[in-house]
């Protein structure tokens, strides 16, 4: 019914291409964001309804977009068992979604919906599972990452296609994952990586809140000397930044499994 009746209008500030139930979409989050800004906690709860519209309206997988934002919305007034339902209530969907995506190799939509449960893990603290694998936030936010690479790749070469501006949350978090499972260097490798990115795109504010998640994170463990000078390069670019003591590790000993020679 809705969805016939947001198709039916003008709509003079979308491309044709969007379809109704996207564009009704948009619309319930375009409202749920004007809300969530709103003062009193009566707009926190409408904004709330608001980011239920759009990710239930019309069709069999959840919104990602407006499912990160409430998620986050959770996070940000401290309601995890609400962040805990909103994952059991949607991950079926959001895994749908994102099958679908792949399906049709739309690296945008595989993006946001690894993005999303990678976020809602993390913050439920499901760093890294063996059953099943990918219900955790290695797993979700690796590929979302890879998934935004293949799309911008995509991008470059076209003129239709706008590329996805990574916020340092998602890098950030795959950093933090990788520290709680004690893959510590793995950690600083990633973080190292997409600052020296945000820096190269002229984006020094996202390279520092990238780094800066490792913070927390002050380990007796050593990493490889030319990861520590990289992080150290990046330190002397960001000023205000608290830099890490990071170690140098030994030199790696390299084995044979066969014929069984070091």
Same mark, same amino acid.
């Given at each position: 019914?809705?969805?016939?009746?947001?198709?039916?209008?003008?709509?003079?500030?979308?491309?044709?291409?969007v379809s109704g139930r996207e564009a009704f979409r948009r619309? !319930?989050? #375009?409202?749920? =964001?004007?809300?969530?800004?709103? &003062?009193? %906690?009566?707009?926190?709860?409408?904004?709330?309804? @608001?980011?239920?519209?759009?990710?239930?309206?019309?069709?069999?997988?959840?919104?990602?977009?407006?499912?990160?934002?409430?998620?986050?919305?959770?996070?940000?007034?401290?309601?995890?068992?609400?962040?805990?339902?909103?994952?059991?209530?949607?991950?079926?969907?959001?895994?749908?979604?994102?099958?679908?995506?792949?399906?049709?190799?739309?690296?945008?939509?595989?993006?946001?919906?690894?993005?999303?449960?990678?976020?809602?893990?993390?913050?439920?603290?499901?760093?890294?599972?063996?059953?099943?694998?990918?219900?955790?936030?290695?797993?979700?936010?690796?590929?979302?990452?890879?998934?935004?690479?293949?799309?911008?790749?995509?991008? !470059?070469? #076209?003129?239709? =296609?706008?590329?996805?501006?990574? &916020?340092? %949350?998602?890098?950030?978090?795959?950093?933090?994952? @990788?520290?709680?499972?004690?893959?510590?260097?793995?950690?600083?490798?990633?973080?190292?990586?997409?600052?020296?990115?945000?820096?190269?795109?002229?984006?020094?504010?996202?390279?520092?809140?990238?780094?800066?998640?490792?913070?927390?994170?002050?380990?007796?463990?050593?990493?490889?000397?030319?990861?520590?000078?990289?992080?150290?390069?990046?330190?002397r670019q960001l000023p205000g930044i608290e830099p890490l003591?990071?170690?140098?590790?030994?030199?790696?000993?390299?084995?044979?499994?066969?014929?069984?020679?070091?």
């Amino acid at each position: 019914k809705y969805d016939s009746w947001w198709w039916n209008q003008k709509r003079p500030f979308l491309p044709s291409s969007v379809s109704g139930r996207e564009a009704f979409r948009r619309l !319930a989050n #375009s409202h749920a =964001k004007r809300w969530r800004t709103a &003062p009193g %906690q009566q707009s926190i709860k409408t904004a709330e309804r @608001y980011y239920i519209i759009a990710i239930d309206f019309g069709s069999h997988d959840a919104d990602p977009e407006s499912f990160l934002e409430l998620a986050d919305l959770y996070v940000n007034t401290g309601r995890v068992e609400e962040l805990a339902e909103l994952s059991r209530r949607y991950e079926t969907s959001l895994y749908r979604g994102k099958s679908d995506g792949y399906q049709e190799k739309n690296w945008d939509n595989i993006y946001k919906f690894h993005s999303a449960l990678g976020f809602v893990y993390a913050h439920l603290g499901q760093w890294e599972n063996t059953d099943p694998y990918y219900a955790s936030a290695v797993f979700q936010l690796k590929h979302a990452l890879t998934a935004a690479q293949t799309h911008n790749h995509e991008a !470059a070469s #076209s003129s239709t =296609k706008k590329t996805i501006d990574v &916020p340092a %949350q998602i890098p950030a978090l795959l950093s933090k994952a @990788y520290f709680e499972t004690d893959h510590f260097e793995k950690g600083v490798s990633t973080a190292v990586k997409y600052a020296e990115n945000f820096m190269k795109k002229g984006q020094p504010d996202k390279a520092k809140e990238t780094l800066e998640y490792m913070k927390t994170y002050q380990a007796n463990v050593g990493v490889q000397k030319n990861l520590k000078n990289r992080y150290d390069n990046l330190v002397r670019q960001l000023p205000g930044i608290e830099p890490l003591t990071l170690k140098i590790a030994p030199p790696r000993t390299l084995m044979l499994k066969y014929p069984y020679q070091q």
